[in-house]
């Protein structure tokens, strides 16, 4: 038996270690109610069952110590009921760790770590229970509050840190626009965080019971989160607008439109065929540029040409229109420029009903407004 077990024997049940005979009488309340007591306390990492042990009080002290009793089921079937028990605690099952103590003497007995994983911990009857000494009590509204907000905060915290490292990178990545990101994170996080700053004070008070303080908790944290989620997309698309970024990407679409065009025409092998599978060899080898509008430009000519293509039949490409995509790809790489906006006649139409044309939202006019925006 090993020196904690002989420990735990002599000092006898507390809120960190319990005692039990046989493994039925360990139920969900019982790894629910250890699991709450470690939850409790910043400072405990675990609490401590012992299964196959009696409790004895001695005779003149009055204090009660711990006797090994032995694993009347058998040691495979008490640790398979032990499993079997704490998957039936809530919300989530606690987390317990199994140690075989004894194993090759004639009372042998198991150790259980036990760990909370989602606090508070209840059974299916919705018992939230606590230790206090040797007996068992209902933990209360403030400590079902802090439980909770000591769970959310952990949560949370570890989805910032995980934020705050992509921030740090993406800072090193977007160059110019650290600005950008500095106004993302005083807008997305600053101020949620500012409001977060009194969340247990405002939940508490504006609650009657720690259900409902629990309740306007959760909802605070999760919008924080989207918040944060709603930064860490806004960190990917800068970091997708970096230079070195777009420069990956415009090698990554040339490989899509190779593969495309190998897939369409691979089973053609006239010589006018194999003339534009050297074009767009050529073009598709042109080294990449470090300059931003051109790589931008570049994404959206091959995006456009992919995405045309899957409106072609069966969504494939034909020799006849590769060979129009190729000649208008390499007009626009010689020299390259964005598409001029269309310009409709809007005065021709406001010379008519004017006031039908402004409330009509399908009129050219407002059509054209709306895609300014």
């Known amino acids: 038996m090993s020196a904690d077990a002989q420990r735990m024997l002599a000092l006898g049940e507390s809120g960190r270690y319990e005692f039990k005979r046989d493994a039925e009488a360990v139920s969900p309340k019982v790894l629910a109610t250890l699991a709450n007591w470690v939850a409790l306390d910043p400072s405990r990492e675990v609490a401590h069952l ?12 009055g204090l009660v110590y711990g006797v ?14 032990l499993q079997d028990v704490a998957s039936k605690t ?34 299916d009857e919705g018992r939230r229970q606590t230790r206090q000494g040797r007996s ?14 000591d769970r959310e905060a952990g949560s949370f915290a570890a989805r910032f840190r995980h934020t ?13 626009q650290v ?6 994170i005083d807008r997305n996080i600053g101020q949620p965080l500012a409001e977060l700053a009194n969340l247990a004070e405002e939940a508490g008070s504006a609650a009657s019971n720690a259900a409902a ?6 909802y605070d944290v999760n919008k924080v989160e989207r918040l944060v989620r709603d930064l860490q997309r806004i960190v990917q698309e800068l970091q997708d607008d970096s230079l070195e970024s777009l420069a990956a990407r415009v090698a990554r679409i040339r490989k899509k439109v190779w593969l495309a065009f190998a897939a369409d025409t691979f089973e053609r092998s006239s010589s006018r065929a194999e003339g534009l599978s050297r074009l767009l060899h050529e073009l598709l080898s042109i080294d990449i540029s470090l300059d931003e509008a051109r790589n931008s430009w570049e994404l959206r000519v091959w995006e456009d040409a992919l995405s045309e293509r899957q409106e072609q039949k069966r969504a494939k490409g034909t020799l006849k229109w590769w060979t129009a995509i190729v000649k208008e790809v390499k007009e626009f790489m010689d020299s390259p420029a964005y598409q001029a906006p269309e310009l409709p006649d809007l005065r021709a139409e406001l010379r008519g009903n004017l006031e039908a044309v402004l409330d009509d939202p399908n009129s050219l006019t407002n059509q054209f407004r709306a895609g300014m925006t």
């Open 164 to 176: 705050a490292a992509e921030l740090r990178e993406a800072v090193g990545a977007v160059g110019t």
């Open 50 to 61: 012992l299964v196959g042990v009696d409790e004895v009080e001695d005779a003149e002290t």
């Open 90 to 123: 809530r919300p989530i099952p606690v987390d317990i760790f199994i140690i075989e103590e004894a194993v090759n003497e004639a009372v042998p007995l198991l150790r259980v770590e036990v760990r909370p994983t989602m606090p508070p911990h209840f059974d």
């Open 68 to 81: 090994p009793y032995g694993l009347s089921k058998g040691l495979d079937k008490t640790v398979a009921r």
């Open 136 to 149: 068992t009590r209902a933990l209360t509204d403030d400590e079902l509050l802090r439980i909770y907000l």
């Open 213 to 218: 303080a629990a309740q306007e908790v959760g």
């Open 179 to 184: 600005d950008q990101i500095g106004e993302a």
